[in-house]
């Protein structure tokens, strides 16, 4: 049974470890020391326009077992995807994208450079997310402004913008960089870089600045405290990123200074 | 290792065909032109009422891989079932129920024909859902009205109605035909035909009128937009569901007219 | 290929029973009487500080399909997991943990006895959870007060206590004993014994006297109505539990009323 298991037509790179009964299907591009857990489903066939597209994954990644990934798809160096995850077809990953467990991509997804996802995060399609994102368990980017209406409007995230957990994005909501959709709120509209936006209603109560630990003085924008957790090539971005954030930050905390003095 | 993968006693129809290390027990039968995909069980045995009861899984009939699906549960012709889905005991479902990926489906649940479910459903039991229904991801049909408590009060989803993301059904609730449900509401009570529930309190702020597109010019309800979507044989189902949606919506727009002008 | 998959080095107790393509892996001990079904990951490597520490499972227990465990973590007799439940490494579990499908227990986490989760539950690193505690689907424990941080305030969950449907519990909240954090609320804090905790804000609006089901007279603390579905030896902690509870209910109820009467 083996044998029929792992297609003949994949282009399998050196030192790639499979678990047991791992299935590999034609269009599988996979770089070199790479890692694909137990029970794993690898290039499954697609429908539509990306039937017969490659699956490229980059070298030095690590696939959990259990995880389905689409043909049609390509991930830069260094992807990680936890257990039980499904990739479909059209997602255009950079560098090092680290998604969770149970995680639910559902295709035509352009995802930057050092994006983190946490488990159970579901990415409708059309979604842009820009670099050092994060997402957080429960959170949902939707598609259909009136559904069920076969209309998309992707959302956008900016780079390093954090959605937090149970959040959902309504269709096509841009978030800003650096901003903060807290947990269980609902997002919608153009938000602006460096916004904090909390509750169902998707208020903007501020600026990041005010997601402030006290005990340990840690303080939004994250690249000031967070910047250790990415790997040396990604520093350079994250300084550039911080500086972008902190102007946004500056325009938006004049903005509602100005709202508030005149209301 | 095979052969004890497929018991000789399932009923497996013609031009079936079984992914990689699919597991069928004994109590199943699969219709004609059925695909399964790898690494799914097939006929899970269950407890209590539904223990030794047939699955049946109508002919032309899709189900993606790591799917599982338990023994006592009917399924009409066209079933499509997502990745990663578990669907228990005592479902009885129509022709082309169609659930994506990660479905939680516990069981004991009447769903009408043409029903559609994104991933991420969770369908407590006792819940009857009519035909046509969508229900969107992270979706929680509940039934525990003081959990926990043992009791069983599921929920009633009339004919064309949508449930969007993140919503939770309370216990008991009734949503009424054609009725919507909007991202992340708490929905309760008894919710007429036509309206729309918005908010964590399940407010009722119109009707679904008020779903509207502007650019494409879509609007609620969906039947007038949509209905390309489903197969021929659902059209004649779809009109006369329009016409009586219609009818509700009317009636629901005089009510809340009435109720604004006295207040 | 099947003596691959076992590993030589696992202890596996008497008349355990196997499903289809298990995978065990070396540090796994596995109590007498337990079954495992198939598509199961036993004893997954960890890394840091559980690396070859052993998977612990008491006897009687029973694991579903696709699940995957970690090494690193120990669960008392009578063990319940459903399909595609992942528990990673650190957790230190008592009896009769029953949990459902689609389980994500990230690690690090302390579990008492008697506990029950329903499906898609997702425990976040640092949680400690009490005695006889319930948590309903699409439920977050989170950790991480100002994500992305690297910071972890784990939540508590007191003994007899409720988390329902798609409720939030943010970081370093401590939820009192049998307490009740109502579907999609957003708690957070030093919540009291015995209360009652509803919406966005996370407000108490009483206490959980006011969960009354009129039809059946069935009313909180729930040990009054559900001790039945626990086993015996649970009778007389639930017992305790209960006059426990009813004290602290006691003293919030007098703690709201003075509050209002100064108000």
Redesign the interface.
């Known amino acids: ?2 044998t ?2 792992i297609s003949t037509k994949a282009k399998i790179g050196r030192n790639v470890t499979l ?3 791992v ?1 590999i299907h034609d269009n599988v591009e996979i770089g070199d020391d790479t890692v694909i ?3 794993c ?1 690898i290039g ?1 066939p697609a429908g539509g326009e990306y039937q017969g597209q490659p699956l490229q994954i980059g070298p030095r990644s690590v696939i959990r ?2 995880s ?1 990934l689409y043909e049609g798809s390509s991930f830069g160096a260094d992807l990680r995807v ?3 995850s ?1 990739i479909r077809e059209g997602v255009k990953a950079g560098v090092n994208l680290q998604i969770g ?2 995680n ?1 991509l ?1 295709g035509d997804t352009v995802i930057g450079d050092w994006v ?1 996802f946490h ?2 995060v ?1 990415v409708g399609r059309g979604a842009v997310i820009g670099d050092l994102v ?1 997402i ?3 959170v ?1 980017l ?1 598609n259909d ?7 998309k409007e992707g959302v956008t995230l900016g780079a390093g913008s ?1 959605v ?3 959040a ?1 994005v ?1 269709p096509g909501t841009v978030v800003g960089r650096g901003a903060f959709i807290a ?2 709120t ?1 997002a919608r509209g153009n938000i602006p870089g460096g916004a904090l936006v909390v ?2 209603e998707g208020h903007i109560v501020g600026t990041i600045r005010k ?3 006290k005990e ?1 003085g ?3 924008p ?1 690249m000031t ?2 910047a250790d ?1 990415y790997p040396a090539e990604a520093q350079s971005a994250i300084t550039a990123l911080h500086q972008a954030v902190e102007s946004d930050v500056e325009l938006l905390e004049r903005e509602l200074a100005a709202k508030k003095a005149s209301s």
Chains 1, 2, 3 share one sequence.
């Open positions: 049974m083996t029929d298991m678990g047991a009964h299935r857990g137990d029970f489903v499954h077992s259990h389905i936890g257990h039980t499904l467990s149970f639910d559902e983190r488990s159970n579901h994060w957080f368990p429960y949902v939707t402004p009136i559904p069920p209406s076969g209309l954090a937090c957990t149970s959902v309504l947990a269980m609902r509750g169902g997601l402030r630990h340990s840690k303080q939004h994250w405290h967070f957790y």
